[in-house]
Every structure is written in structure tokens, then in C-alpha cells.
């Protein structure tokens, strides 16, 4: 039986690249090659797009690497590859973007993938741009009936007055992710500086209430009704917010935070967080796979934090841990994924 050949992109033009390439690690020693013939789309911090033989210690500059890109032109689907001066056409079944963040997680990548007509695996242009973007997925959430935050958007020349909010906030970017740019601002007085560190990431800047409760997740997988979930994780923070992405060694765990899985709450909890995971999945149009983070407050109303549409899949991530815990490893959450956006599935 031939192999399913898959390209798998990975890194991007983001300050989301590191981990992006950290999850195709994972993914290249969890996916079963017996079953997938891999294609190693390699976009390095620049922006260059290059063919390689994987996602190891350097991929950008390897003598096996070729510059390559996913043509638009859906005669070809697939790649071009850049070898002796001449393009070649390298058909794909299907692509795996590991990537995260902007240009990869936004509807940027998933729109180039419709008009190359290649089948793909996660949230579909308009679910990925819709939760990157944290006051349009409360705006939709809550009009489906959903707790969130109170909130305040910020435009780029905008000055808040600080005297408005009720302290403390959250400040972070309204499009980006693993949270890059974010600041606890306990008083009014440094809402400015966390208004222009905010600016750093994302010209449209979210002011956000902080939500008494404890922190949890939960890993969805899967179409419409036929919804899988893992099992919650809580994070026990010992102060600050969750943020391991910023840690120089998240490898070797966090200094502020443990996520806990599964999560030390009680069963009905646990149920409530999986059931609230699913209908904010739901409303936000999501497919394939997401995380979605939530508050669990202490009279036990689920609030939404935010949605990943393509969750990290490094060593350490969330998600796969969520999912082993439920008994789904790795592989496993590969192969479901890969099925769900073969062709004849409706999109």
C-alpha cells in the first residue's frame, strides 16, 4: 500500500518560530513512516521557505535542504522544489502545519492552502483567524451564550485613560499567542508601559478584566458532534501568569507554574470543563483539533480564556499531555487528525 504523503511545515516568520519547530520534533519521532511519507517544509525566521530532511539542528542551512514553496496553482498541489536551477513538482496528498502563531495559526496559511486545492489538517481560514483574534472569538462566544472576560480593545494610536479600569488587569496583544507581550498590571501607573509592550506584538491590543479562579485546558479533537476531548489540566501557579514559551529552559519545567493532569478538581468539574471546552469549540467553527483555555471559578462557572487552533506539541505542551492522559498518545492523535482531513470529509 503506498504511503500517504504529507508535508509537514514548520518554523515561520513569527516570534511563535522556536516552538514550532520544538512541536515538529515531537511530531517527526511520534509519526508512523511505515504509514506517512513526510515532506519537511522547513520557513525559517526570514520567512524562506526550504525542503529538508527534518526538523533537527540545522535544518536552514543543511546541504540536504532545497528552497522550495506550496504552489497556489492547484494543477500542481503540491511543492516546487528548486534543484540545478529548475523547479520540480513534488505532489502532496495532504499538509500538517506545525506552526503557531501569526502567518501560521491566523487563516494565513490555511487560505494559501485552499488555493493550492491540498487538503490540510486543523481549523479552516475563517476558525483560525477568528480565535488568533481575542476580542472576536469573546465577541462570538458570548453571543453563543458563553462566559468571558470583560474586555477592552485598543487601537494603535489609542491612549487608554487608566483611571477607567479596575485593577488588577490583563494587557496582551488581541492577535498572538503562547503569550508573547503579555503584562499582569497591578495599578494604573503601568498600564502605559504594558499598552506599548503589548504594541511590540500587535497593533490592536486587548485590556482584559483578571477572572478570579483557577486556570484550566482542555484538548479537543475532531468534527461537528463527533468531538473527543482529553483530560483537563489545571496550572498551579505560585505567582505571575503561565507563560513557559518566555522560559530559557521549558524542557526542565516552569519556575512559576505545574500544569497539573489530570486536573485536581472534582469529577463533575472535570466533565463541566470538557462539556464547555466542546460547545466553545463548537461556536467558534473549530476543526481537526484545538485547546481551549478556560478560568474555573470558585462557584463553578466556566470562563473562556482563549482558543489555539494549532496547539504547541513539544515535549512539554499541553495538549499531548491532555490526550495521553485520556489515552490517546501522540501517534495515535496524528493518525485521527491526518483522517479527518483526507478528502471526501465536507469541510
Same mark, same amino acid.
Given at each position: 500500500?503506498?504511503?500517504?504523503?504529507?508535508?509537514?511545515?514548520?518554523?515561520?516568520?513569527?516570534?511563535?518560530?522556536?516552538?514550532?519547530?520544538?512541536?515538529?520534533?515531537?511530531?517527526?519521532?511520534?509519526?508512523?513512516?511505515?504509514?506517512?511519507?513526510?515532506?519537511?517544509?522547513?520557513?525559517?525566521?526570514?520567512?524562506?521557505?526550504?525542503?529538508?530532511?527534518?526538523?533537527?539542528?540545522?535544518?536552514?542551512?543543511?546541504?540536504?535542504?532545497?528552497?522550495?514553496?506550496?504552489?497556489?496553482?492547484?494543477?500542481?498541489?503540491?511543492?516546487?522544489?528548486?534543484?540545478?536551477?529548475?523547479?520540480?513538482?513534488?505532489?502532496?496528498?495532504?499538509?500538517?502545519?506545525?506552526?503557531?502563531?501569526?502567518?501560521?495559526?491566523?487563516? *494565513?496559511?490555511?487560505?494559501?492552502?485552499?488555493?493550492?486545492?491540498?487538503?490540510?489538517?486543523?481549523?479552516?481560514?475563517?476558525?483560525?483567524?477568528?480565535?488568533?483574534?481575542?476580542?472576536? *472569538?469573546?465577541?462570538?462566544?458570548?453571543?453563543?451564550?458563553?462566559?468571558?472576560?470583560?474586555?477592552?480593545?485598543?487601537?494603535?494610536?489609542?491612549?487608554?485613560?487608566?483611571?477607567?479600569?479596575?485593577?488588577?488587569?490583563?494587557?496582551?496583544?488581541?492577535?498572538?499567542?503562547?503569550?508573547?507581550?503579555?503584562?499582569?498590571?497591578?495599578?494604573?501607573?503601568?498600564?502605559?508601559?504594558?499598552?506599548?509592550?503589548?504594541?511590540?506584538?500587535?497593533?490592536?491590543?486587548?485590556?482584559?478584566? !483578571?477572572?478570579?479562579?483557577?486556570?484550566?485546558?482542555?484538548?479537543?479533537?475532531?468534527?461537528?458532534?463527533?468531538?473527543?476531548?482529553?483530560?483537563?489540566?489545571?496550572?498551579?501557579?505560585?505567582?505571575?501568569?503561565?507563560?513557559?514559551?518566555?522560559?530559557?529552559?521549558?524542557?526542565?519545567?516552569?519556575?512559576?507554574?505545574?500544569?497539573?493532569?489530570?486536573?485536581?478538581?472534582?469529577?463533575?468539574?472535570?466533565?463541566?470543563?470538557?462539556?464547555? !471546552?466542546?460547545?466553545?469549540?463548537?461556536?467558534?467553527?473549530?476543526?481537526?483539533?484545538?485547546?481551549?483555555?478556560?478560568?474555573?471559578?470558585?462557584?463553578?462557572?466556566?470562563?473562556?480564556?482563549?482558543?489555539?487552533?494549532?496547539?504547541?506539541?513539544?515535549?512539554?505542551?499541553?495538549?499531548?499531555?491532555?490526550?495521553?492522559?485520556?489515552?490517546?498518545?501522540?501517534?495515535?492523535?496524528?493518525?485521527?487528525?491526518?483522517?479527518?482531513?483526507?478528502?471526501?470529509?465536507?469541510?
Amino acid at each position: 500500500m503506498d504511503r500517504l504523503k504529507i508535508g509537514i511545515i514548520f518554523g515561520g516568520a513569527s516570534e511563535e518560530h522556536p516552538v514550532s519547530v520544538k512541536s515538529a520534533q515531537e511530531v517527526a519521532k511520534n509519526l508512523d513512516t511505515r504509514k506517512y511519507e513526510p515532506f519537511w517544509m522547513g520557513i525559517t525566521a526570514g520567512g524562506a521557505w526550504k525542503l529538508c530532511d527534518g526538523p533537527g539542528a540545522g535544518w536552514e542551512v543543511g546541504d540536504d535542504s532545497h528552497a522550495a514553496m506550496l504552489s497556489p496553482d492547484r494543477s500542481v498541489h503540491g511543492l516546487l522544489v528548486l534543484k540545478q536551477g529548475r523547479y520540480e513538482a513534488v505532489r502532496l496528498d495532504l499538509v500538517l502545519p506545525v506552526l503557531h502563531g501569526r502567518l501560521g495559526e491566523d487563516g *494565513a496559511m490555511q487560505g494559501l492552502l485552499e488555493l493550492s486545492g491540498i487538503p490540510y489538517v486543523g481549523c479552516d481560514v475563517q476558525s483560525s483567524a477568528l480565535c488568533m483574534d481575542k476580542a472576536l *472569538a469573546y465577541t462570538v462566544a458570548g453571543s453563543a451564550g458563553i462566559a468571558t472576560p470583560n474586555f477592552w480593545t485598543v487601537t494603535a494610536d489609542e491612549k487608554p485613560d487608566p483611571e477607567l479600569f479596575a485593577y488588577p488587569v490583563f494587557v496582551k496583544p488581541a492577535r498572538s499567542g503562547s503569550s508573547f507581550g503579555v503584562s499582569k498590571v497591578p495599578r494604573a501607573e503601568e498600564l502605559a508601559a504594558a499598552v506599548q509592550t503589548a504594541r511590540q506584538y500587535d497593533s490592536k491590543v486587548l485590556i482584559e478584566e !483578571a477572572v478570579a479562579g483557577s486556570e484550566v485546558g482542555c484538548a479537543v479533537l475532531g468534527d461537528d458532534l463527533e468531538l473527543v476531548t482529553g483530560e483537563p489540566d489545571r496550572i498551579a501557579l505560585s505567582h505571575g501568569f503561565f507563560g513557559i514559551h518566555q522560559e530559557s529552559r521549558p524542557e526542565s519545567g516552569s519556575e512559576n507554574s505545574t500544569p497539573i493532569v489530570p486536573a485536581d478538581i472534582p469529577v463533575e468539574m472535570r466533565r463541566a470543563v470538557q462539556e464547555k !471546552a466542546r460547545a466553545i469549540y463548537r461556536a467558534l467553527g473549530c476543526r481537526g483539533l484545538a485547546r481551549v483555555d478556560m478560568f474555573l471559578k470558585d462557584d463553578g462557572t466556566v470562563v473562556l480564556n482563549e482558543v489555539n487552533t494549532f496547539p504547541g506539541m513539544t515535549s512539554y505542551s499541553r495538549y499531548p499531555r491532555m490526550m495521553a492522559a485520556a489515552g490517546l498518545p501522540l501517534a495515535e492523535v496524528i493518525d485521527r487528525i491526518v483522517s479527518l482531513a483526507l478528502p471526501g470529509r465536507i469541510r
